[in-house]
């Protein structure tokens, strides 16, 4: 059973790396977790190392041994003998050309569909859609397809944002999104907002953080769901 914990962004402004997610983070690996296969191939401007000791100081003092997937022969290896999985934020298209490069996908996605946790921010939320193509990022590098890990059947948004800065005349957010939705008929798009994650266990689905997630479908209206509402039609 899949067990999934996907966040929009790792930092809120003013406070310190992935801070406003540790208790979410603690609820949800619940003890069980000590060992976390993490990757950082989202880094494009930030090498793995430093990248990696930048997720180690936010959350081994929650009690966890990080352990990155550059840092290993196997990365295969170690994917199957930790007991969580997380996956950064950064540029999604170097991050699914990677997973990609080292045959990861499919061993992933067996993992967590097997009940290793998965923890995902921006990127790395990204990823866990059918597809990257609700991604904000540039494609800076060709993956082999679109097509990702498949964890959950919509697609998900990150970093969401609702406002159009002044004097720009570009297309906002949401009207990318009904754009994707336009190609891609029957798949639900979620605009994750900032300061918020989805919480997936047991075929239950929980929005967490104080702002509500704007849900996208073609010739569905627009629609916000609140903090502590249903979102059981997305599964």
């Known amino acids: 059973m899949a067990r ?20 979410w983070i603690s609820s949800f690996t619940t003890g069980s977790v000590k060992t976390i296969a993490f990757i950082p191939w989202a880094g494009v401007t930030i090498s793995y190392k430093d990248y990696c000791y930048k997720v180690r100081t936010a959350l081994e003092p929650l009690g966890f041994r990080i352990v990155s997937v550059h840092e290993v022969p196997g990365p295969a290896a170690l994917i199957m003998d930790s007991d ?25 996605r067996k993992e967590v569909v097997a009940g290793k946790p998965y923890l995902g921010w921006s990127a790395g939320s ?20 679109f097509s990702a890990l498949n964890l959950v059947p919509f697609q998900i948004n990150p ?17 990318r999104l009904l754009e994707f939705c336009e190609e891609n008929p029957d798949v639900y ?30 010739d569905t209206p627009v629609r916000e769901i609140e903090p502590g509402d249903s979102l059981s039609f997305l599964l």
């Open 4 to 23: 999934l914990l996907l966040l929009s962004n790792s930092t809120n402004p003013g406070d310190s790396y992935l801070n406003h997610a540790k208790k």
């Open 126 to 145: 990204n990823v866990a859609s059918p597809t990257i193509k609700t991604t904000n990022d540039m494609p800076i590098i060709q993956p082999a397809s």
């Open 189 to 218: 798009a979620a605009g994750l907002r900032e300061g918020s994650a989805l919480h997936i266990e047991d075929l239950k689905i929980e929005l967490l953080g104080p702002k509500p997630v704007r849900i996208f479908r073609k």
């Open 84 to 108: 969580a999985i997380a996956v950064g934020g950064g540029n999604t298209f170097k991050l699914l050309a990677m997973l990609q490069e080292k045959k990861l996908l499919d061993l992933i």
């Open 159 to 175: 970093h969401y944002l609702d406002s159009h800065p002044d004097s720009h005349m570009g297309e906002t957010r949401e009207q």
